[in-house]
């Protein structure tokens, strides 16, 4: 798909936003109406071709993601996640144990997941939870590895949340079932929640 997005469309795209910037240009346009109708085409295009890289980056990953998945999603939410801009900024903590087999040894898909996975559970702990505080932590799980994102937030329920949200764990559950990645998700407003406050997800993967 990002192969396509970037040899298929992008080249479109490129080739539109050139002629219209010809024809904005262009003695005919310049100074009369078209020219401002030309401006909102030349934007929805700038708009287009943001959303295709989007698309790209959410498509690829690093190669680091292989070797260290949840060190590669605290690296691209370190640079990707303005905390600035959010009201009340939660601080994140990341708490990588040495696993006693490294993570290296997680399998190729459950690693993609778990890389893909962490940003979901950050970003929307961000997004969505008012945390002051969210933690990260990597450590050993009797047959193999467990990442869980912890925060101090609102919490959830799942018949109160947006069709937005819904939409995000049912595909956040199938990204975990297609790595063989176990998920669990807790959160304090959950019918028999373990958990006085906030969400913790849990993720366990056999090694």
């Known amino acids: 798909m990002a192969a396509e997005i ?11 936003a ?28 700038d708009e287009s071709r943001n959303v ?3 698309l790209m980056n959410g498509i690829t990953y690093p190669p680091a993601a ?15 996640l303005d905390l600035a801009n959010t009201p009340h900024p939660p601080r994140v903590v990341w708490s990588i144990e040495p696993t006693k087999d490294g993570t290296r040894s997680i399998p190729r898909e459950a690693a993609i997941a778990i890389y893909r996975l962490t940003i979901e559970f950050v970003r929307n702990a961000v997004r969505h939870a008012e945390a002051r505080l969210i933690e990260v932590s ?3 799980w009797d047959q193999g590895v467990q990442i869980c994102v912890q925060d101090d937030g609102t919490g959830y329920d799942l018949d109160a949340v947006s069709s ?16 063989g990645v176990e998920l669990e998700i807790d959160s304090c407003k959950q019918p028999e929640s373990t958990i006085s406050e906030g969400t913790r997800v849990t993720m366990k993967v056999n090694l």
């Open 164 to 179: 937005d949200q819904v939409h995000g764990l049912t595909l956040a559950r199938h990204r975990a079932a297609s790595g």
């Open 6 to 16: 970037h040899d298929g469309l992008l080249p479109y795209l490129f080739a539109t």
């Open 138 to 140: 990597v450590k050993d």
């Open 66 to 80: 292989l070797e260290d998945p949840v060190g590669a999603a605290k690296e691209f939410l370190d640079d990707v």
């Open 52 to 54: 295709a890289r989007q």
């Open 18 to 45: 050139a002629k219209v910037s010809a024809i904005r240009r262009s003695k005919e346009v310049m100074g009369g109406p078209l020219e401002s109708r030309l401006e909102d085409v030349a934007r929805w295009i």
